[in-house]
């Protein structure tokens, strides 16, 4: 005879586990290599860059670069981040600025590193990465687009984007421009759950996407204030309150920088300590924003590699008293919380 518990008890079970299932659910994640589950991703940096070309929407494309070039100048730098436990890498270069989905690809597949690339436009720099027809477009038909990324891969491939990267003009409020992507952003999300990443310098843009989300039905959990760094820490928190993610991604050690400087190692953790003590390090995320391959250079240029952030930064926080498990919140349950494909409706 099967024993089988009381009716109270099986209910009880059911409601725990359903409590787990909602708390640490493990979500999808795509990269270019296709989907995976978030609690793959591992030690992941939330903003990096493969290659930037800067001339501009009306003259970029494929024709501009050589793949092979390209991939054999970056790849060195993968395999170091591969040599040092990084697992996952998220690309943040968008459209008309030098993505290239193909290379990527390539060089997951011979470093090893997931990679994760990104749907969507960039306003910032007077609107020089945006492509005429965005101007004549409603946010709907530039959803669509997005959508169109998504559900069916970029350029003729099947390498789909694992979130919406976007920007917006500096330090100032929003164009009726930006506004429109911010609603094409906010449709895209709530019909694919993919995660927003907003290129936001100041704390005025950053406030004024979050209100413009929230009114097209999106929760800040959905957004990540990327480069939050350029925000006062008055403003990251105002954000971080709201649910927002709050992403310091231009970890650098410079020799020449003083400790007391805006951007230093030692600034870094401070603002990382300030977040914490406030009770915000599960909404933290940290990165170096380095790279890349710099179309139109010789080979390339400078390239910076991805691992200030474990030579400078980690001890600097480990000296403040940061523990290894507060550091694996940062670099691995965060990245998977943030970018796990998951409507977040307001
Ligand atoms: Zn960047």
């Given at each position: 005879m099967v024993y089988l518990p009381r009716l109270s008890t099986l209910l009880l079970i059911l409601l725990l586990l359903n409590s787990c299932i909602t708390e640490d659910a493990d979500h999808s994640i795509m990269t270019v290599n296709g989907a995976i589950f978030s609690?793959?991703?591992?030690?992941?940096?939330?903003h990096e860059h493969v290659m930037v070309d800067w001339i501009g929407a009306d003259s970029t494309g494929?024709?501009?670069?050589n793949r092979e070039e390209v991939v054999e100048r970056a790849l060195p730098f993968f395999l170091e981040a591969s040599g040092r436990g990084i697992d996952t890498i998220i690309e943040a270069t968008p459209a008309y600025l030098g993505r290239d989905p193909f290379i990527l690809a390539e060089i997951s597949r011979r470093s090893g590193i997931q990679i994760i690339t990104n749907t969507g436009f960039y306003g910032a720099v007077e609107n020089r990465f945006i492509p005429h027809y965005v101007y004549e477009e409603t946010a709907e038909e530039i959803a669509t687009r997005w959508i169109n990324e998504f559900e069916n891969g970029i350029d003729g491939s099947e390498i789909r984007p694992g979130f919406i990267k976007m920007s917006v003009a500096e330090e100032q409020p929003l164009t009726g421009l930006h506004q429109k992507l911010i609603d094409a952003a906010a449709i895209t999300h709530l019909q694919t759950g993919l995660t927003i990443l907003s290129h936001t310098i100041g704390d005025v843009p950053a406030m004024e996407q979050l209100e413009w989300l929230k009114s097209a039905g999106v929760h800040p959990k959905a957004w990540v204030w990327t480069h939050a760094q350029s925000g006062s820490l008055e403003g990251n928190l105002q954000a971080a309150e709201m649910g927002a993610w709050i992403a310091l991604d231009n970890v650098q050690f410079s020799p020449?920088?003083?400790?007391?400087?805006?951007?230093s190692i030692e600034w870094y953790a401070e603002r990382v300590m300030n977040l914490k003590e406030a009770g915000y390090l599960e909404q933290l995320l940290l990165s170096h924003d380095a790279g890349w391959y710099d179309v139109g250079e010789e080979n390339g240029g400078e390239f910076r590699g991805y691992s200030d952030l474990f030579d400078f930064l980690v001890p600097e926080l480990a000296d403040r008293g940061f523990t290894d498990d507060e550091m694996m919140q940062l670099l691995i349950s965060n990245p998977q919380n943030a970018f796990g494909i998951r409507v977040r409706a307001q």
């Open positions: 609690s793959e991703m591992g030690v992941t940096l939330t494929y024709h501009r670069w020449d920088q003083e400790p007391e400087e805006h951007g």
